[in-house]
Nanobody
């Protein structure tokens, strides 16, 4: 089992920045690819970004490319740096762990956090 705990969500003005963190409970965390997803009210959960277990491969949704950066440290934390935030980025953000090298589909992910709320005011 891998437990994931997100933090860093907040209310921010459009154009601002936030850094989300996701701490994993398991020491073998580094064998998992990690992803960030988000879900806005009334919408389906959507892929935001993913990073491979090695950190050497990343991919992003087109809507966040150039604004968001996913990274991971050598311990057990994954980050999502979000810059130039827009009102449409408002959502509940989840991190997730996959046994695959990396994956953009939610079906690949076995473990999910509870989410952290990001609200961007325009």
């Amino acid at each position: 089992q891998v437990q994931l705990v997100e933090s860093g969500g907040a209310l921010v003005q459009a154009g601002g920045s936030l850094r989300l963190s996701c701490a994993a409970s398991r020491r073998t965390f580094n064998i998992y690819g990690m992803g960030w997803f988000r879900q806005a009210p009334g919408k389906e959960r959507e892929f935001v970004a993913a990073i491979s277990w090695s950190g050497g491969s990343t991919n992003y949704a087109d809507s966040v490319k150039g604004r968001f950066t996913i990274s991971r440290d050598s311990a057990n934390t994954v980050y999502l740096q979000m810059n130039s935030l827009k009102a449409e980025d408002t959502a509940l953000y989840y991190c997730a762990a996959t046994p695959y090298y990396t994956c953009a589909g939610s079906g690949c992910y076995d473990y999910w956090g509870q989410g952290t709320q990001v609200t961007v005011s325009s």
